[in-house]
């Protein structure tokens, strides 16, 4: 079954061009010709890639497609080999405004043998916003009231982040971030490994970030309960954008590289590894000609 699509998506863009900033809106990222390589390989290839303020973008694709590293790419931590990058309308280079960025990593291993309290590893989402060696005031102490009463764990400050599930976890990641009150947001799979109850909570957090005016990138293998929040979807594949435009809806979805057994539902760790995963988004990458090869 192939999908329609009900709105017409925007094809890859063409190097260097520029298809989401209309007249009035400001681009909080821009990258233009993208590349990373790692130990010589290359792993993004001709990235452009703009996001305007109030954009909530997924990042989407099969495993290893570049997506982790594209979000490292955008926020500095993972440097281009070649192409530009600009945030909130400063090259790179001379960029020096972090406070406005918020980065949620991926979960894996974060609370790990770490003893500190909730209330703690939010707090320290303060430490770009506070003088050096001054106790946290009272506009510290209020931010991170408010990203824990986001989130939803308002009642568990003082508990130890360890005594946490993993859902709740990533909830304090992302309060963390938050705290710092950052304008724009990067979240690296903040539902994998979350289960159902805990993606609602986290859509919820989310929505009220979106409320907020917050810009969101957040990478996902399978939108799930956030699929009402984003507004375009950016599909990744052997280190290209090959698909930029709006999301499908779950019953439009079609994923023929995971076969029938996988349609609709989350792949597990073990599946990851064997298995592309499923983007709900899925025209342009049913007629790529590599995906009759897969
Ligand atoms: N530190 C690294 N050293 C070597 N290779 C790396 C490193 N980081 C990423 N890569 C390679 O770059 C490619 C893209 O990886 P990346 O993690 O960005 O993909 P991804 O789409 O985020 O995958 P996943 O869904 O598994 O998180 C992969 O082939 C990966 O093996």
């Known amino acids: 079954m192939t999908p329609t699509s009900p709105a017409a998506p925007t094809p890859a863009p063409e190097p260097g061009a520029d298809h989401t900033v209309g007249p009035g809106l400001e681009a909080v990222v821009r990258l233009v010709d ?33 997506k982790s590293t594209l979000v490292r790419a955008l926020t500095g931590l993972r440097p281009l080999t070649t192409g530009s990058l600009e945030l909130f309308g400063h090259r790179l280079e001379h960029f020096d405004e972090w406070r406005r960025v918020g980065f949620v990593p991926q979960r894996t291993g974060a609370a790990s043998g770490v003893p500190a309290s909730v209330w703690e590893v939010v707090a320290s989402g303060r430490l770009t916003r506070r003088r050096l060696l ?38 304090v990641l992302i309060a963390r971030a938050l705290a710092g009150e950052p304008e724009l947001f990067f979240l690296d799979e903040p539902t994998a490994g979350v289960d159902l109850p805990n ?55 079609h994923q023929p590289w995971l076969g029938e057994a996988h349609s609709h539902h989350h792949a597990t760790h073990r599946d990851r590894a064997r298995h592309d995963h499923a983007p709900h988004v899925a025209s342009p ?5 590599e995906e009759h090869h897969r």
């Open 34 to 66: 993208g590349a990373v390589a790692i130990a010589g390989r290359p792993v993004l290839r001709g990235i452009d890639l703009t996001v305007s303020r109030g954009d909530f973008v997924a990042l989407m694709g099969a495993n290893g497609s570049g």
């Open 134 to 171: 001054r106790p946290l005031g009272r506009a510290d102490r209020r931010a991170v009231a408010d990203a824990l009463e986001v989130v939803g764990l308002a009642d568990r400050a003082r508990d130890g982040v360890s005594q946490l599930s993993g859902g709740q976890q990533q909830r």
């Open 199 to 253: 993606q609602h909570a986290l859509a919820a957090s989310l929505t009220r970030l979106k409320e907020r005016g917050a810009t969101v990138v957040l990478v996902a293998h399978e939108l799930g309960p956030l699929a009402p929040l984003v507004d375009r979807a950016v599909v990744m594949r052997d280190g290209r954008v090959v698909y930029d435009g709006t999301p499908l809806a779950d019953h439009e979805v």
């Open 285 to 289: 990458l049913g007629t790529h000609p």
